[in-house]
């Protein structure tokens, strides 16, 4: 037996499955899947460059007779949903499997969309495990149907199942049922109206067998119990309902689309009352209702965020609500960006310019917040670049120096590229940020095209950014350290005030990289005696500065100019030695302490 989280369950039961090729993209909470596959003998696995090209190595992979898997979290899908909703036609050669990581309460998301549509809308079955052990085997389980229905299958978890710990017992590998290799069918592969129409028909006769199947399928089971109350329930939500009410009547949907309609059914007439306990939409409960059958589910159910036991017994039973120990008052804690963060500096600098900041997904989003304040729109993966485009070209002429955006490396490469290409194309005179960390941090510090790694750290070539820039026809392109503060300011200043394209890279790597981190510690620290509190470095917000107050009259007591509120202090133990505050500094209070 092994104790694993769900996502390295995941991982070995791909593994098991005799996947062959692994591609997509880091995001919370899916990143770990491919982490771990990545070490398993014979499995091919890659960090792609976004969520589409991840699909569309696995769908390659597949055509040409190999299992392959896709992962990636819930926001993903949309940007992978042009191949996905193409596959559903084309079937597959290999087993094919997509993981959609879903995020209710939005631990790490900008949304918290049930991708449970996806499957509806793409006509996909769907599986949905409720812990580790389940996962595995379902994933096992979603490529022998992969095979024999010639469909990709999707398995959806939530952040509570791929992170939560398990019991899993480990299994034999399968020998995938078909060998690898090129067979030459366009008339199923080739996706022209007149051959699309004809698969648009196969779609349908694969749900009406899938339809069939799920009806006899040991993942779709009736747990009989208390008559009084039945619950229709999936995933996580099946241990929440246990929990909460262990002696009722359940049944259990391992596969949630399609649907058993015929099982649902005689389980409703066996129970008096019926509940739908399901995270976020009323998928099933919709369903289920369309089926003319009445239920109580999101009239009771909150449909935002996270279900508990106690959200489903207050929601179900409140009488029987059991009081727990009162909550703790916790002092806040409020995110920020780590110290001797290269972002920082650029965020600074913003701040203290009158420009609208389009910002985009990455740590640096945290930017947004005080002291800083400097981002003002936050959309989408992406988004940044043509947003501020949109928004010059809205403002007219003269908008050159009103709106700049701002992109991590990672993003820029997952989404941020065509943007810039419309910039340029177009003839906007928006200034691009590119904040080149040499890593994609905010999923853990995984490697991407311009990193110069792969997944398995093997040397990779790293993409040129200033090279690239200038190819889409960027002609004035910068690149700053953006620890130097001050120098970063003007050339800032002087990219915004140009009246064509403008790129500034923003080049240092992140202070939680490997090599970073083993550096010898040398920090930097305050002379307390020169430091006359004008707070410039507390307003970089820093983690490893701090306020000392005064109180009235201290000031003078302890030699400084009458009035003087404080002074700043530096946590050595927590400073990661980025030099920001010590270029802010012109009184010599902030100084490097070497060896």
């Known amino acids: 037996m092994l104790w694993m989280s769900g996502n390295e369950a995941i991982a070995l039961g791909a593994w098991e499955a005799g996947v062959k090729v692994a591609s997509g993209y880091p995001g919370t909470p899916s990143t770990e899947i491919l982490e771990n596959l990545c070490r398993y003998e014979g499995v091919y696995s890659e960090w792609a460059p976004n969520e589409k090209v991840g699909l569309e190595v696995a769908i390659g992979a597949s055509f040409a007779g190999a299992r392959a898997l896709a992962t990636m979290k819930h926001v993903g899908v949309n ?37 449970r549509n996806y499957a509806f809308a793409a006509k996909l079955p769907m599986f949905e495990p409720s812990d580790p052990m389940e996962a595995k085997e379902m994933l096992k389980a979603a490529y022998v149907l992969s095979e024999d229905f010639d469909t990709p299958v999707m398995l959806r978890i939530t952040t509570r199942v791929a992170h939560v710990k398990g019991v899993v017992a480990p299994g034999k590998k399968m020998v995938p049922q078909v060998e690898v290799g090129i067979t030459k069918v366009p008339a199923k592969l080739v996706m022209l109206p007149g051959l699309a129409k004809k698969r648009r028909e196969v779609v349908d006769q694969r749900m009406h067998r899938l339809r069939e199947l799920v009806e006899i399928s040991p993942f779709n089971s009736i747990e009989m119990g208390d008559r009084k109350r039945g619950f229709i329930t999936s995933g996580v939500s099946y241990l929440y309902v246990k929990e909460a009410f262990p002696d009722a009547s359940v049944l259990k949907l391992g596969i949630c689309w399609p649907l058993p309609s015929e099982k649902i059914r005689e389980f409703a007439a066996l129970v008096n009352e019926l509940y739908i306990v399901e995270e976020l939409d009323p998928f099933l409960e919709t369903h289920v209702k369309a089926m003319g059958i009445s239920c109580h589910g999101k009239d009771l159910i909150p449909a935002i965020g996270e279900l508990n036991t106690a959200i489903i017994r207050g929601a179900i039973d409140p009488t029987s609500r059991r009081q727990g120990f009162a909550p703790v008052e916790l002092p806040p804690r409020p995110p920020n960006m780590c ?89 906007s005179a928006s200034t691009l940020i590119i904040l080149d960390n040499r890593i994609t941090a905010m999923t853990g510090q995984q490697p991407n095209p311009a990193s110069g790694a792969t997944i398995t750290g093997e040397p990779a070539h790293a993409l040129d950014i200033e090279g690239l820039c200038r190819a889409i026809g960027v002609k004035h392109v910068f690149v700053v350290n953006p620890h130097d503060v001050p120098e970063t300011r003007k050339v800032l200043k002087e990219a915004v005030d140009l009246s064509e394209p403008s790129v500034v890279i923003s080049r240092a790597p992140c202070v939680l990289l490997p090599e970073m981190k083993a550096r010898r510690p040398v920090s930097y620290f305050t002379n307390q005696e020169n430091c006359v509190g004008c707070m410039a470095c507390i307003r970089l917000g820093c983690p490893a500065i701090s306020w000392n107050s005064f109180a009235e009259g201290e000031a003078e007591k302890r030699g400084y100019k009458k009035g003087q509120k404080g002074v700043s202090k530096i946590d050595e133990i927590i400073c990661n030695d980025c030099g920001q505050c010590a270029s802010l500094c012109k009184f010599n209070a902030i100084t490097r302490k070497e060896e």
């Open 79 to 115: 940007v992978a949903a042009d191949p996905l909703f193409t596959a559903s036609y084309t079937g597959v050669g290999g087993g094919l499997v997509l993981v959609t990581a879903d995020d209710p309460e939005m631990h790490s998301s900008q949304n918290e969309q049930d991708n």
């Open 339 to 427: 110290a001797g963060c290269p972002h920082r500096g650029i965020f600074y600098n913003l701040s203290r310019m009158k420009v609208f900041v389009s910002g985009d997904i990455g740590c640096y989003t945290l930017g947004f917040l005080p002291p800083l304040s400097s981002m003002d729109a936050c959309v989408c993966m992406g988004a940044s670049v043509p947003i501020a485009h949109g928004m010059a070209k809205a403002l007219g002429e003269g908008a050159h120096d009103k709106v700049v955006s701002i992109i991590g490396d990672s993003t820029f490469v997952h989404s941020g590229i065509t943007g810039l290409i419309n910039t340029v194309y177009n003839q």
